[in-house]
């Protein structure tokens, strides 16, 4: 994975050259950024929007239905930033009286800690998964996903499941980040389209009140949602390589070999 020049220190491409003879791309749109130092490149998809035999298992039938996947992350900051607003968000949900099906999409190293505060809490319609086949029978019967910033936001999409982005940091790493970056999203989807598809909710908009008037919003707008699946899909598409980005990673690999 080449290094995000896109979004920070363009001028790195150039110390590249010295070391790198041809580099493999996950986005098209990079491409640009190598071309215009000489440095070989070749584009060959993000391995998430790849095909795999995982598709194929279907447990829908051990799901619930009306659910919610919800990805807080997996570093232990990034629990602790967001799992606490998520849970108030799912009381609020509750004390609404609307009733969706909540599951945590946990690592092995998040399931222990993630476990516990849903104890703590007794949330009775909140469940916990860590299991790679059960995550993506989950996503896919998904009717919405609260995803936190980052890859796991392109495999909530390639399914296509509507959703929004949050994420939360500490005061001083937001505003050294506000500094160096030249992005003005956080999301994929929206930083390829230069708009807001998927809503981002940052920062101190990454709350539980903002979480479930967005949510609701959007629920009961399937107009917007489908609006934002079609421009989603339209760009996963553009994303994905001819064959897989395996075969295209060998294929350059190759070509130096002969």
């Known amino acids: 994975m080449p290094p995000k020049v896109w979004a920070w220190r363009e001028g790195r491409v150039k110390k590249m050259k010295i070391y790198i003879d041809h580099i493999l791309l996950l986005f098209n749109f990079e491409k640009k950024y190598f071309d215009k130092e000489k ?17 194929k298992v279907e447990i829908n039938n051990l799901l619930e239905d009306k659910i919610i996947s919800i990805f807080p992350g997996s570093r232990l900051s990034e629990l602790k930033s967001h799992v606490p607003i998520l849970i108030e968000f799912i009381k609020k949900m509750r004390k609404e009286k609307i009733k969706y099906n909540y599951i945590f999409h946990a690592t092995q190293n998040s399931k222990e800690y993630l476990s516990q505060i849903i104890k703590k809490n007794n949330l009775e319609n909140v469940d916990l998964i860590s299991n790679e086949n059960i995550k993506i029978a989950t996503i896919k019967k998904s009717i919405f996903a609260i995803v936190k910033s980052g890859t796991v936001s392109l495999e909530v999409c390639k399914y296509g499941v509507p959703s929004i982005i949050i994420y939360k940091m500490n005061f001083l790493n937001f505003f050294i980040a506000k500094l160096f970056l030249k992005i003005k999203f956080a999301n994929m989807i929206n930083i390829i389209n230069n708009k807001e598809i998927i809503p981002e909710l940052l920062q101190k908009e990454c709350n539980p009140d903002e979480i479930y008037k967005t949510i609701n919003y959007l629920l009961k707008k399937p107009e917007l949602i489908n609006q934002q699946l079609i421009q989603v899909n339209r760009t996963i598409e553009e994303l994905r390589s001819t064959t897989s980005s395996s075969k295209e990673a060998s294929n350059v690999l190759l070509s130096y070999l002969r």
């Open 39 to 55: 440095l070989k490149n070749t584009f060959v998809g993000h391995p998430i929007l790849d095909n795999t035999n995982n598709e």
